[in-house]
Nanobody, 114 residues
Framework: VQLQASGGGLVQAGGSLRLSCAAS????????VGWYRQAPGKQRELVAT???????NYAESVTGRFTISRDNAKGTVYLQMNSLKPEDTAVYSCYASRGLQNYWGQGTLVTVSS
């Protein structure tokens, strides 16, 4: 299983970014997918999840600003991030979970300048 994340970068506060994560080697439509982030010196935080059944959950800190979506035909999960804040600066990693197996992609760095 491979997960390839992209879309990170440097953005000013108030700006937007869209992260993508393409998965291969997994029955994507049956997997729960999502995004975590880890800021320097902080614990990893769950940002958003999207179950195979369509249930979506967000961390309170991003609710109303971030939107997770998925394209099962493309095997890709997205994270649209709007109204970005400096505290959103972190390495964002995608994951896919099916059954007892969890798979992680490499992180993509998002830096929000004030």
């Amino acid at each position: 299983v491979q997960l390839q994340a992209s879309g990170g970068g440097l953005v000013q506060a108030g700006g937007s970014l869209r992260l993508s994560c393409a998965a291969s080697g997994i029955l994507f439509s049956r997997a729960t997918v999502g995004w975590y982030r880890q800021a320097p010196g902080k614990q990893r935080e769950l940002v958003a999840t999207f179950s195979s059944g369509g249930t979506i959950n967000y961390a309170e800190s991003v609710t109303g600003r971030f939107t997770i979506s998925r394209d099962n035909a493309k095997g890709t999960v997205y994270l649209q991030m709007n109204s970005l804040k400096p505290e959103d600066t972190a390495v964002y990693s995608c994951y896919a979970s099916r059954g007892l197996q969890n798979y992680w992609g490499q992180g993509t760095l998002v830096t929000v300048s004030s």
